[in-house]
């Protein structure tokens, strides 16, 4: 079936270093959305993609939905300790983001004060 | 802005008894709502797609008479977890849509069977 490959899986940091993950899929997906979910608690929606090449901002994070519509990164700027967190990918063969999703196997962040 | 309300947050029972978590949309009216089983550090995997007043779409390799979704109406969607046993504690979490432009997802409920 469909599958996203999110890496890397986790990253230690510093905080005020940047930090980059990204989805890829033998898939052609039409949107793709990042997510960070804190323990115990279901995903919050940090950006989502539309269109093939876009790329959009929210506060100190950046993801672009890739050109080929088979891949999305995230980048977070100057991270902080609340950065801390699982960040997943996902996507949606539907153009909105409330079509049904596949998930990336998630980014453990942890930031270092 | 929207909220998804599930219920219980925690619950324990014993195999072989089931158990029923809701998902509730609280300011809207949802058409749509999805059900995900999460273990512990894996990423949500999407049991079924359950849309209002129709049977609901279940993921290959779900079994639908073991979790079964009722979605009575437009702000309530159920999860009957039947003859649970200890491989089905899990973190369940649900999402709503409605018409397809945004989704949102629930707080989600730990399922513990002892």
């Known amino acids: 079936g469909q599958q996203l490959n999110q890496s890397p899986q986790s990253m230690f940091i510093q905080e005020g270093e940047d930090v980059s993950m990204n989805c890829t899929s033998s898939s052609i997906f039409n949107t793709w959305l990042w997510y960070k979910q804190d323990p115990g608690e279901g995903p919050v929606l940090l950006i989502a993609?539309?269109?093939?090449?876009e790329l959009t901002s929210n506060g100190r994070l950046t993801a672009q939905f890739g050109i080929t519509r088979k891949d999305s990164f995230l980048n977070i700027s100057a991270s902080i300790p609340s950065d801390v967190g699982i960040y997943f990918c996902a996507a949606a063969l539907g153009e909105t983001s409330g079509s049904r999703l596949t998930f990336g196997e998630g980014t453990q962040l942890t930031v270092n004060p | 802005g929207a909220v998804v309300s599930q219920h219980p947050s925690r619950v324990i029972c014993k195999s072989g008894t089931s158990v029923k978590i809701e998902c509730r949309s609280l300011d809207f009216q949802a058409t749509t709502m999805f059900w995900y089983r999460q273990f512990p550090k894996q990423s949500l995997m999407l049991m079924a797609t359950?849309?209002?007043?129709?049977?609901?779409?279940?993921e290959q390799g779900v079994e639908k008479d073991k979790f079964l979704i009722n979605h009575a109406s437009l702000t309530l969607s159920t999860l009957t977890v039947t003859s649970a046993h200890p491989e089905d504690s899990s973190f369940y979490i649900c999402?709503?849509?409605?018409?397809?432009?945004?989704?949102?997802f629930g707080e989600g409920s730990w399922l513990t069977v002892v």
């Open positions: 359950s849309n209002e007043g129709s049977k609901a779409t279940y």
């Open positions: 993609l539309y269109k093939a090449g």
């Open positions: 999402s709503a849509t409605l018409g397809g432009n945004t989704i949102y």
